[in-house]
């Protein structure tokens, strides 16, 4: 089974401080995304990484930067946390982008962060 | 722009009662279409795809979906619910946009099953 961990479920930050989300993945897949999940809103794109040292922005990702150095992680990064990101953020992998199966996303626990 | 719709935010059903959950999305070309399931404090998982062939697929725990492309729907059903399937469902499509494939997730419709 393809697993995808985030480092942690539960944050809390104050306003300001820089903060890391971490996300590993074990299937050697090549696509990796954060979103947001909001209620009401649904899951949203802030950032994807199709391969390593590559990152495309997504739907919403003012306020975040993302890195990828290795193939199996894909770490975002809240430069300077405000209270609008307080959120669940969630991590995904896919193998390929194209129309095949390869593109079933899988997703990690989730991580409700707190900013205060 | 790429968009997905579903219908209901919120639902709650009887055990069961039957369940349809509406889908339509916004996009002229090849599409693959999923439901994805979150369980309360689970992951996000696929509860069924399709990419081509039958378009109406089946998935695991009983659950189905149509594709009518004339619609641009792909509704999820299942004939009679059970307390354990509240969850958040999540309709996504898959098309080609300016930047490559992307995968656009609707809202998600909270299901609540009275025992």
């Known amino acids: 089974d393809v697993k995808v961990t985030q480092s942690s479920r539960y944050l809390v930050k104050r306003t300001g401080e820089k903060v890391f989300l971490e996300c590993v993945q074990d299937?050697?897949?090549?696509?990796m995304f954060w979103y947001r999940q909001d209620p009401g809103l649904g899951l949203r794109l802030i950032y994807f990484?199709?391969?390593?040292?590559?990152?495309e922005k997504g739907d919403i990702p003012e306020g975040y930067s993302v890195s990828r150095e290795k193939k199996e992680r894909f770490s975002l990064i809240l430069e300077s946390a405000s209270t609008n990101q307080t959120s669940m953020y969630l991590c995904?992998?896919?193998?390929?982008?194209?129309?095949?199966?390869?593109?079933?996303?899988?997703f990690g626990a989730g991580t409700r962060l707190s900013v205060l | 722009a790429q968009s997905v719709s579903q219908h209901n935010h919120h639902v709650i059903l009887s055990e069961a009662a039957s369940l349809e959950l509406g889908c339509n999305y916004s996009?002229?070309?090849?599409?693959?279409l999923f439901w994805y399931v979150q369980y309360p404090g689970q992951h996000l998982q696929l509860l069924l795809k399709?990419?081509?062939?039958?378009?109406l697929v089946k998935g695991i725990k009983g659950f189905e979906a149509e594709f009518i492309k004339s619609k641009f729907s792909f509704n999820l059903r299942k004939p009679s619910v059970q307390w354990s399937d509240t969850a958040e469902y999540f309709c996504?499509?898959?098309?080609?946009?300016?930047?490559?494939?992307?995968?656009?997730f609707g809202a998600g419709t909270r299901l609540f099953v009275k025992a």
């Open positions: 995904a992998s896919s193998l390929d982008r194209g129309t095949s199966t390869k593109n079933i996303q899988y």
């Open positions: 299937m050697d897949h090549e696509n």
């Open positions: 990484s199709y391969d390593v040292k590559m990152k």
């Open positions: 996009y002229g070309g090849t599409v693959n």
């Open positions: 399709y990419f081509s062939g039958d378009p």
């Open positions: 996504a499509v898959n098309a080609r946009g300016t930047g490559g494939f992307k995968t656009i």
